[in-house]
């Protein structure tokens, strides 16, 4: 076998798991819209909504699964952003929707064994019928949702990437969830509502 040939599934891997992702899906919630509240099982087996967080200011919703190599950089930074801000309103709570008969690893027990593993300390939910991704219009993994609580409503004020450097925490240099609940704690609109990220392309069904 040469080189020619091996290096063909290689990059139709690499095509297949690394995707651009656009913050703010059209066919998604946009920024200001009041986002529906949920019901999804937990790693834990117990069903949660928004709802159930009564001390709640706001949530950072991080659409996510077991198998991606990109978010498998970010979880160590997701738990950060949990206990950096859920003590102050703004839990993370993250939601796995890819398809099991395209993507294996993303299982709900697959789901079970990685929150184990990492000891995340946020509620990590199965979106089985993909409603719940799609509601958001998320297009890959981790995107960030950033929602704040309203008299009307849950209202959607972030939507994208989770910082500037996928691939590296330590060069991080703008911190774009953090900097969007920061401004909400302050009393203030995010000054960035939008940021493109990178990831794997969230794993919808055939329709």
């Known amino acids: 076998m040469n080189k020619q040939t091996l290096r063909f599934p290689l990059l139709l891997t690499l095509v297949c798991l690394f995707t651009l992702g656009y913050a703010q899906s059209p066919k998604g919630y946009q920024i200001g819209d009041i986002v529906t509240d949920f019901s999804l099982k937990n790693v834990d087996e117990n069903m949660v909504s928004l709802v159930d967080y009564e001390e709640a200011k706001g949530f950072i919703v991080i659409v ?14 997701m738990i950060e952003l949990h206990n950096e801000y859920a003590s102050q ?7 796995n929707p890819n398809d099991v008969t395209r993507s294996p690893g ?23 019928t993909q409603e719940i991704a799609k509601a958001f219009g998320a297009s890959y993994t981790p995107e960030a949702f950033v929602l704040k609580k309203t008299t009307d409503g849950l209202k959607l004020m972030y939507h994208g990437a989770i910082d500037d450097s996928p691939r590296e925490a330590s060069s991080v240099e703008e911190r774009f969830v953090g900097q969007a609940v920061n401004s909400l704690i302050e009393g203030e609109s995010p000054e960035k509502p939008r940021a493109k990220g990178i990831g794997c392309s969230v794993k919808y069904r055939a329709s």
């Open 64 to 77: 996510s699964c077991n198998s991606c190599p990109w978010v498998k950089r970010y979880e160590d930074r």
């Open 89 to 95: 309103g703004y839990p993370v709570v993250a939601i």
């Open 106 to 128: 993303d299982s709900f027990e697959a789901m079970q064994v990685r929150s184990k593993e990492k000891g995340f300390p946020f509620d990590y939910l199965y979106d089985e």
